[in-house]
């Protein structure tokens, strides 16, 4: 946002110099980006003149022969190539000997044999602008042959355009008032607003023009004033110098005006040339899907039925809150304007601005909200200036269409508070003071606080918090004192599962393992190549609104296909032994009347390959399911975990049938290990026989790891060795084995290991050979042989009774 010095001093007396008023802004969160010194050096030599006569060049029939009288008895003759240059008009003439801005100097010359004593100056060639459609009109009260600096009383004048970063959320500062009532606060200054009158000679508004609201939870308010008999003309030299000094092109009188106005009040304003409005009627409406509209600018857009638009009655006239239509616009011939003020929804024009490519001045201001409360004083002060430069009628009462009104905003503040907040004591005289400079209503006030009614301009102040930080920031928060955090400082700490995650990690690399890191979303297609797309809950998708790309469209509810994913794309680059891991995260939707899906931490895996590296000294056997269970029970083991169990699934499609194993910890299931399927390797295109896979929630590992480990003494009496060789059913699993044997042989029973299953001759079909070495030890005493085969003989007993088993 630029803003002019000399433009901000009409609405505040402010003689600080402006480095210094651009520090002040800053520290109150007004961030200046720069300042741009400006100055009109004029010379002196460029006076007042009056064209007295003007005749066609004898020579040249583009050129014309000018007499101007420049302050001495006869009138100079000057050779002009200006098409509006006219008798008794007062013109910038520079005599011979003058350097322009440009560098130009000007001489006595001869024309195509006419002599010419000077030049009658455009406004570029003075620097003043860059217009060069003609020569500069001067007011007619003007005095002959005095310098036009001294003329035009403060064109001399020094300026500075101050450049401000605004954040979104101070629309109010999108305008040269905005910027002054921050000054005022700051400096301690009364803000002076524009004055606003004028009268109104012509019929009554309603007979002239009418206004619909069909869309008003997108069009909050529409005011509009006509004027008829206008004169449209190029604007005064002080409306053009004040346009362009913020970078803003001078088009014509009623046009600069509706200009000047957004930069002056912040509200955009549009004219339109009443006589080519149907039926002199505007109506808001969204857009018909696939029509077509020719904004300003000469480009025909696309519209569709999100786009708000200004029509009449029989067309669309305007882009609301964007462009007007090449339509209705103001030109040459236009004598009746019908003058617009309106507010439009932020989302829906901001919306509309990206859709269609096009941002401009109007657009950027409504994105960030204007003045619900402001559109009415826009529109008159608006109808006031183009009244004094355009001359016509102003048609009494202006049109308001306001379908909803808002009840201003209420907020409390408690000075406590706002002392505990802000770490300094501000007197309430001086909040008070502060809040009423910027536009605040003091409606409630007592000892212990206040009640401040925000004003309309300011939407972004909603609570407490945002009326102490306007105090804060006016009173400077560079003026409150410096002071140290009290209070003891807490240590730091993590969350158990954090902790876990961590140790998973260090022992999944100390195995040479390598993480990967991958999104949380991916394509539901997945879970079809895995085939449990029918199958919780895996099936419970949380889809994303806004995926980066159809394929990634919904949340992950597991990272197994993530990592077959990698491992393809190594394969592919020629890695043929992977070890990838990925502690993250997988989402499922179970209920959807939850706004929230749940979210589990998994540790997941998948290894292919040979068992170990290339040597002379290793034999190059491929890994198998018995090396991804190790891998996990090495894990398990650094995190003193106990009572966990591998038992054999058929559940899981995407896993190779009898290489497929549930993990429970103390019987409540925590994950899956196993090899996977041909299929789902086929469908993954992955040219592998062998790929294995696990996946675990950290959160059962969390949950039954132990802290701390236990230390055991070194034993002090000997141990007795037994082997038990058992025939069971195939269909009884080790694990049970096992869970019976440790049951019955406590608490002597020191360590059991299955070291050998055998099926073939002596075995009937159906049935399998187990052996299992059993370590029996005693902490008090060296135990005899009797003890050890009681307990021996009690543990056969259970598991024949338990199991079927029989001793080989």
């Not at 002379?616 to 891998?631: N, P």
């Not at 269909?731 to 049970?736: I, M």
């Not at 009681?790 to 024949?800: A, G, K, N, S, Y």
Request: glycine share 6%; charged share 20%.
């Amino acid at each position: 946002m630029k803003v002019s010095y000399r433009w901000l001093r009409k609405y505040v007396e402010c003689q600080i110099p402006v480095a210094e008023l651009a520090h002040r802004l800053t520290m109150a969160g007004l961030e200046v980006d720069g300042i741009e010194p400006l100055r009109y050096a004029i010379p002196e030599r460029v006076v007042v003149g009056e064209i007295v006569d003007v005749q066609p060049h004898p020579d040249a029939s583009a050129l014309f022969v000018c007499h101007v009288l420049v302050g001495e008895p006869a009138p100079r003759t000057i050779v002009c190539g200006a098409s509006n240059a006219k008798a008794h008009v007062k013109v910038a003439v520079a005599l011979p000997g003058a350097t322009l801005p440009n560098g130009i100097t000007i001489r006595e010359a001869v024309i195509r044999g006419v002599p010419s004593a000077g030049m009658i100056c455009a406004e570029d060639e003075l620097g003043i602008s860059d217009d060069h459609r003609g020569i500069m009109h001067l007011p007619a009260d003007l005095q002959v042959g005095q310098p036009v600096s001294a003329a035009l009383l403060g064109l001399d004048d020094d300026d500075a355009i101050i450049e401000i970063g605004l954040t979104p959320n101070r629309g109010d500062c999108l305008s040269h008032v905005g910027v002054a009532r921050e000054i005022a606060t700051l400096l301690n200054l009364p803000l002076i607003p524009p004055a606003i009158a004028y009268p109104e000679n012509g019929e009554a508004i309603e007979k002239i023009a009418s206004v619909e609201i069909r869309n008003p939870e997108l069009c909050h308010r529409y005011t509009a004033s006509a004027i008829t008999g206008v004169k449209i003309a190029p604007s005064p030299l002080w409306l053009k110098r004040a346009l362009e000094s913020v970078g803003v092109r001078s088009i014509n009188n009623v046009v600069d005006v509706t200009n000047y106005v957004m930069l002056e009040l912040g509200q955009p304003l549009h004219a339109f040339d009443l006589a080519k409005l149907h039926h002199q009627k505007i109506i808001v409406k969204t857009a018909q899907p696939g029509s077509t509209f020719t904004s300003l600018d000469g480009t025909e857009r696309q519209l569709d039925e999100t786009i708000l638009m200004i029509a009449d009655a029989a067309r669309d006239v305007g882009i609301a809150g964007v462009m007007g239509g090449l339509n209705s616009e103001v030109s040459d011939t236009t004598t009746d304007i019908l003058l617009e003020s309106a507010r439009f929804s932020p989302s829906n024009i901001r919306k509309t601005s990206k859709k269609l490519g096009l941002a401009t001045e109007a657009s950027y201001r409504f994105e960030r909200t204007v003045d619900l409360y402001g559109c009415d004083v826009a529109v008159k002060r608006a109808t006031q200036l183009i009244l004094q430069l355009a001359g016509g009628a102003v048609a009494q009462g202006i049109i308001d269409a306001f379908p909803r009104p808002e009840a201003l905003r209420r907020v409390s503040l408690r000075f406590a508070r706002m002392a505990a907040i802000l770490g300094v004591s501000i007197a309430p005289k001086i909040a008070c003071r502060i809040l009423s400079s910027l536009g605040f209503q003091i409606a409630e006030q007592s000892s212990e606080g206040i009640t401040v009614e925000i004003p309309s301009f300011r939407p972004d102040v909603e609570r407490e918090i945002d009326v102490i930080e306007e105090v804060g920031r006016i009173h400077g928060f560079e003026a409150i004192p410096t002071t140290l955090p009290s209070g003891e400082i807490p240590l730091k700490t993590q969350s158990p599962e954090l902790k876990i995650e961590q140790q998973i990690r260090d022992s999944l690399i100390a195995q040479g393992w390598h993480e990967a890191i991958n999104y949380s979303f991916f394509d539901k297609n997945d879970l079809h190549k895995l085939g449990i797309d029918n199958i919780q809950p895996y099936d419970k998708l949380v889809h994303i609104k806004n995926p980066l790309t159809a394929e990634q469209d919904v949340l992950r509810t597991t990272a197994i296909s993530s990592l077959l994913e990698n491992a393809r794309r190594n394969l592919s680059n020629r890695i043929a032994n992977i070890r990838l891991f990925e502690v993250g995260t997988i989402f499922t939707q179970h209920d959807v009347s939850q706004p929230l899906p749940e979210e589990q931490s998994v540790v997941s895996g998948v290894l292919i390959g040979q068992r170990m590296d290339v040597g002379w000294a290793q034999s190059q056997d491929f890994v198998d399911f018995y090396d991804i269970k190790g891998l996990l029970e090495l894990m398990f083991t650094r995190l003193n975990l106990r009572s966990y169990e591998f038992r054999r699934t058929d559940e899981m499609p995407f896993l190779h049938p009898g290489e497929a194993a549930a993990i429970l910890i103390h019987h409540e299931p925590v994950g899956i290990v196993g090899r996977i399927h041909p299929n789902v390797l086929e469908a993954f295109d992955i040219a592998q026989e062998r790929v294995y896979v696990f996946e675990v929630l950290v959160a059962a590992l969390t949950k039954y790891a132990f802290e701390r480990k236990q230390f055991s003494p070194l034993p002090k009496f000997p141990a007795v060795h037994r082997d038990l060789a058992l025939i069971v059913p195939t269909s009884v699993q080790a694990s049970d084995l096992e869970a019976v044997i440790v049951e019955v042989g406590q608490p002597l029973l020191e360590h059991v290991v299955l070291f050998d299953r055998y099926v073939g001759q002596q075995i009937a079909e159906g049935h399998v050979s187990l052996t299992y070495s059993l370590r029996y030890r005693s902490t008090e005493k060296t135990l005899t042989d009797d003890e050890v085969t009681t307990v021996h003989q009690r543990m056969i007993e259970t598991l024949q009774t338990r199991l079927q088993a029989r001793l080989r």
